[in-house]
Structure formats: structure tokens, C-alpha cells
């Protein structure tokens, strides 16, 4: 009777042993996790810490970059204008001297048709 009460705590004693050890290992594997989310966490809260000063300084760039846009759109505008009024100054340019030469062809040919009446 004894034996059999011996070998039951031993039985017990043995289950009691696992179930520790196995809890021991459980708080291991609980203790690197919370280790690696307290981990994530901090660069996590560094990164966004820091996000509001770089949102800022990106919206400040963004800002002056798209005034640097007018600007450019601008002068971008002017050149076209000016683009434009020496297409149209050339196109004058080339019929004045188109009649002009025309004209004084003519002039020519009336001048010297008349030197010939008076020969």
C-alpha cells in the first residue's frame, strides 16, 4: 500500500514537474514576444514621433515647388506670346517684302516703259 501511494506522488510529482517546465518554457516565448513588440513600439513611436516635422518641412517643399511651377508656367506664357508675335512679324515681314519687291517691279517696268516713250 505504501509502494502504491509512493508511486502516485511520484506520478503526481512527475506531472507537476512537466506542467512547470512547460510553463517556464511558455513564459520564455511571453518574454521575447513582449521584448519585440516593446521593440517595435519604440521605433514605431520614433518614426512617428518625427513624422509631423518631416510632414511639415515635405509640405514646404511642396508649396515652394509648385510656386516655382507658376512661375515657370509664366514665363512659359510669355515666351509663347513672344513666340507668337514673331511668327506674325515674319509672316508681315515676308508679304511686305513680297509687295514691296512687286511694287517696285512694277515701278521699274513703268519707269522703263516710259524712258522708251521718250527715246
Not at 506520478?11 to 512537466?18: F, S, T
Not at 518574454?31 to 517595435?40: P, V
Not at 512659359?76 to 506670346?81: E, I, M, S, Y
Request: proline share 1%; net charge positive.
Amino acid at each position: 500500500m505504501v509502494t502504491v501511494v509512493v508511486v502516485c506522488n511520484v506520478l503526481i510529482a512527475a506531472g507537476c514537474w512537466y506542467v512547470a517546465w512547460r510553463m517556464w518554457r511558455l513564459r520564455q516565448a511571453l518574454s521575447r514576444a513582449a521584448e519585440a513588440l516593446i521593440s517595435a513600439e519604440r521605433s514605431t513611436r520614433w518614426v512617428l514621433h518625427q513624422a509631423p516635422l518631416v510632414i511639415g518641412q515635405q509640405q514646404q517643399d511642396t508649396h515652394h515647388l509648385r510656386w516655382q511651377y507658376r512661375q515657370v508656367e509664366r514665363r512659359l506664357r510669355h515666351v509663347q506670346r513672344l513666340m507668337t508675335l514673331l511668327g506674325l512679324s515674319q509672316l508681315v515681314w515676308r508679304r511686305w517684302r513680297r509687295y514691296s519687291s512687286r511694287a517696285s517691279h512694277e515701278l521699274t517696268a513703268r519707269y522703263s516703259a516710259n524712258s522708251r516713250r521718250l527715246v
